[in-house]
């Protein structure tokens, strides 16, 4: 993801298992990218991605059937596509995280 997207000056995220392995974070400090975690059991330090989860379970995950694991990670990618691209967020006074997003390159 380095390699194909910008690389970030920073990344934050929870204490999961998947952020704290060695190789990950050997990954993120050999790029350079600043590493952020919020304290371990305080899911109000995260709330902006948590309140993405919250949607996309309510919004895709809780109201489809998928067929196996491919079904699921292809509804996923075109929910995302959706979410950042078409749908109106109201903290973003009804733009899109890509209308913000591209903008800032400018």
């Known amino acids: 993801a380095l390699q194909h997207y910008h690389k970030p000056s920073i990344f934050n995220s929870d204490q999961g298992a998947q ?4 190789a990950f974070t050997g990954t993120l400090k050999q790029a350079e990218v600043k590493i952020s975690m919020d304290g371990r059991g305080r899911c109000y330090d995260n709330i ?7 949607s996309i ?5 809780y109201l489809k059937a998928f ?3 491919n079904h699921l990670s292809q509804e996923v990618s075109t929910w995302f596509r959706w979410y950042n691209r078409q749908r109106p967020h109201q903290s ?3 733009r899109t995280p890509d209308e913000i997003y591209y903008e ?3």
């Open 19 to 22: 952020f704290t392995a060695n």
């Open 104 to 106: 800032s390159c400018l």
């Open 67 to 69: 067929d196996d694991g």
């Open 48 to 54: 902006f991605i948590e309140r993405l989860w919250r």
């Open 92 to 94: 973003l006074n009804n």
């Open 57 to 61: 379970k309510y919004e895709l995950i």
